[in-house]
């Protein structure tokens, strides 16, 4: 019988020493850690337009008139005035007497260019201030829930979640998921968060129309979150295990 209770003594031990958080398990940015991946860094990539990608155009010239024609609304310098176009699935856009643009696969800096200069073929003193209109990220899971804007340009992965909410410790810190939609098709992203060595690496930016998933970790089951669920898991604890020594007399 003492026997008997020793073991069950045991195994209460062990699942109360694995239902603790530790910062090797959680912790973010760590160094030293071997168990970790290390990550290479890759120098940062500009965002390219894709198919259905929303465009925002100003136009800015001292043509008033034609200004009004063409997009609507007053050119000048001081203007604010922005509309938005779609990118067709054959990757061009059309705007009033311009039409069949590519845009597809260029950068906001190379397709401002591109734009500017189809302008410029009737408005000799053209400027154009483009940007994305759909400049937004989600985030499911252990992070929280939902879609965000993305405020700044290089916008990292941390300044995301902070957005969302911190990632909970219930998360699978070692299997953080990005879905990207590439010029190849949907990607994706595959990583540990943990590692310090995540900054400047290839999961480290995000991208208009990023989802990042936090899955529950397969282990979560049995952590302890917070004080009152430790102090419940004791309690069932024990009264399982006077339950069974009582069964055994």
Same mark, same amino acid.
């Given at each position: 019988? @003492?026997r008997k209770?020793c073991?069950?003594?045991?195994l209460l031990s062990?699942?109360?020493?694995?239902?603790?958080?530790?910062?090797?398990n959680?912790?973010l940015?760590?160094?030293g850690?071997?168990?970790l991946? =290390?990550?290479q860094?890759?120098?940062?990539e500009?965002?390219r $337009?894709?198919?259905?990608?929303e465009?925002l155009?100003?136009?800015i010239?001292?043509?008033?008139?034609?200004?009004?024609l063409?997009?609507? /609304?007053e050119g000048?310098?001081?203007?604010?005035?922005?509309l938005?176009?779609?990118?067709?699935?054959d990757?061009?856009?059309?705007?009033?007497?311009i039409?069949? $643009?590519?845009v597809?696969d260029l950068t906001?800096?190379?397709?401002?260019m591109v734009?500017e200069n189809?302008f410029?073929? @009737?408005i000799?003193?053209?400027?154009?201030?483009?940007t994305l209109?759909n400049?937004s990220?989600?985030?499911i899971?252990?992070?929280g829930a939902?879609?965000?804007?993305i405020?700044?340009?290089?916008?990292?992965? #941390?300044?995301?979640?902070?957005?969302?909410?911190?990632?909970?410790?219930?998360?699978d810190?070692?299997k953080?998921?990005i $879905?990207?939609?590439? /010029?190849?098709?949907?990607k994706?992203l595959? #990583?540990?968060?943990?590692p310090?060595?995540?900054?400047?690496?290839k &999961?480290?930016?995000?991208y208009?129309n990023?989802?990042?998933?936090?899955?529950?970790s397969?282990?979560?089951f049995?952590?302890?979150?917070? &004080?009152? /669920?430790?102090?419940?898991l004791?309690? =069932?604890s024990?009264?399982?295990l006077?339950?069974v020594i009582?069964y #055994?007399?």
């Amino acid at each position: 019988m @003492i026997r008997k209770s020793c073991i069950l003594y045991l195994l209460l031990s062990i699942l109360l020493l694995n239902s603790c958080y530790s910062y090797r398990n959680v912790g973010l940015l760590q160094e030293g850690n071997k168990d970790l991946p =290390t990550y290479q860094s890759e120098p940062y990539e500009d965002y390219r $337009i894709k198919i259905n990608d929303e465009l925002l155009i100003r136009l800015i010239t001292l043509d008033q008139d034609m200004s009004k024609l063409i997009i609507g /609304s007053e050119g000048g310098a001081s203007s604010q005035n922005a509309l938005s176009y779609r990118v067709y699935t054959d990757g061009t856009v059309d705007f009033p007497f311009i039409k069949n $643009i590519h845009v597809a696969d260029l950068t906001i800096a190379e397709a401002s260019m591109v734009i500017e200069n189809r302008f410029k073929e @009737i408005i000799p003193d053209a400027e154009i201030k483009l940007t994305l209109a759909n400049k937004s990220f989600t985030v499911i899971g252990e992070a929280g829930a939902g879609v965000f804007p993305i405020i700044k340009d290089r916008m990292t992965l #941390f300044q995301a979640l902070s957005m969302s909410g911190e990632i909970k410790n219930t998360g699978d810190f070692a299997k953080v998921k990005i $879905i990207r939609e590439t /010029s190849e098709g949907v990607k994706t992203l595959d #990583f540990d968060i943990r590692p310090i060595s995540i900054i400047n690496s290839k &999961y480290y930016y995000i991208y208009p129309n990023d989802i990042i998933y936090v899955r529950k970790s397969p282990s979560s089951f049995y952590d302890i979150d917070n &004080y009152s /669920s430790f102090i419940s898991l004791i309690s =069932t604890s024990l009264s399982l295990l006077f339950m069974v020594i009582y069964y #055994f007399k």
